[in-house]
């Protein structure tokens, strides 16, 4: 079982460092002023479809870093350095811009719902991006009922760790 995990936690990684992009993207200047929001400030029922802080940045990085995230540990895992290979780049792409998708979508409802931008959800703010990931991955990677929930299981776990350690560096500006 515990090899299970491990292959878990390694399949699915690409789009835990894609969630996480987006707020580093914000802290470098030259990607900073790349403003676009992805809702282009439409509204929908007299609020925002997502908000100010879904930036089309944002998801551009979130597909690059999925993509060579996947190459990474791909080299990792097999000790090498294979040529870049499609489908795995593919694969880390479809997994960053699922994460980022699935937290746009529940940023689409926590809009309608009158929670405010930056305010947590529990616990669908945790999640999105694992449904996500899971979701667009899935036509490459035809998940396991099995792997999916670890996968929910495991990155839960470390989205409420990664959120506390972002808050106690600053990063953010609440633990959860």
Known sequence: MLAKLIDAFWVFLPAGLANVSPILGNKIPLLNRWNTSL???KSWRGKRLLGDNKRLRGLVLAVIVGALGSLLIQHVRTGTLPWPDGKVLLFGALLGFGALAGDAVESFFKRQAGIKPGQ??????????IVGGLLVAWPLAHWSLQKAIYILVIYFGLHLL????GY?????????
């Not at 947590?120 to 991006?129: A, N, S």
């Not at 990664?162 to 350690?165: D, E, G, L, V």
């Open 162 to 165: 990664f959120s506390y350690i």
């Open 168 to 176: 106690a560096l600053k990063l953010k500006d609440k633990p959860i």
């Open 120 to 129: 947590t959800w529990f616990p669908l703010d945790q999640l999105d991006y």
């Open 39 to 41: 809702d282009m400030g």
